[in-house]
T-cell receptor, first 111, second 113 residues
């Protein structure tokens, strides 16, 4: 089955810890995106990548980092510099700027 | 900078009645998407609108796009409980860097019997 997978589904982070969220797609999409969603809010773009080995900051990139070494994978690291990381994180992919398809999400909680 | 505004933010519906959600965007956009999100879940694509006057329908939902007014509407006909969810619109501009989408804040819909 083609689709987007994210892991883990739930993630708990201690203060000062870096954590990495996984996003994999087998849709052969060029572009991938990371969004953050806070309770009762819309989606805000963290980072996006249009091709392998290239990525750009979105609207709220501070405290986050990404890599795009493979077309299928776009992991997101939430660093200790992100002071309020508790949120629902959604990964999406699209082909040539068309419709974005979303993964199931990772819910990150700071302990 | 593209901004997207939805209203209302919350909509309490009675079963069997009709309702409309509005999505306004601030600058030119060549595509408009509607998504549905159930509590604790991801976003599910509902409609893709790519041209002025575009109308798409699926079941009790109908979406339309007026690019001159920079307005899209999501119309719900004879609401049923299964339509309770949060609905998001998102606008994008293919000419903009990264083909990014800008999302509205969402409309939370609760359908009561």
């Amino acid at each position: 089955d083609g689709g987007i997978t994210q892991s883990p589904k739930y993630l708990f982070r201690k203060e000062g810890q870096n954590v990495t969220l996984s996003c994999e797609q087998n849709l052969n999409h060029d572009a991938m995106y990371w969004y953050r969603q806070d309770p009762g809010q819309g989606l805000r773009l963290i980072y996006y990548s249009q091709i392998v080995n290239d990525f750009q900051k979105g609207d709220i990139a501070e405290g986050y980092s990404v890599s795009r070494e493979k077309k299928e994978s776009f992991p997101l690291t939430v660093t200790s510099a992100q002071k309020n990381p508790t949120a629902f994180y959604l990964c999406a992919s699209s082909h040539s700027g068309n419709e974005q398809f979303f993964g199931p999400g990772t819910r990150l909680t700071v302990l | 900078e593209l901004k997207v505004e939805q209203n209302p933010l919350f909509l309490s519906m009675q079963e069997g009645k009709n309702y409309t959600i509005y999505c306004n965007y601030s600058t030119t956009s060549d595509r408009l998407y509607w998504y549905r999100q159930d509590p604790g879940k991801s976003l599910e694509s509902l409609f893709v609108l790519l041209s002025n006057g575009a109308v798409k329908q699926e079941g009790r939902l109908m979406a339309s796009l007026d690019t001159k007014a920079r307005l899209s509407t999501l119309h719900i006909t004879a609401a049923v409980h299964d339509l309770s969810a949060t609905y998001f619109c998102a606008a994008g501009d293919r000419e903009a860097a990264g083909n990014k989408l800008t999302f509205g804040g969402g409309t939370r819909v609760l359908v009561k019997p």
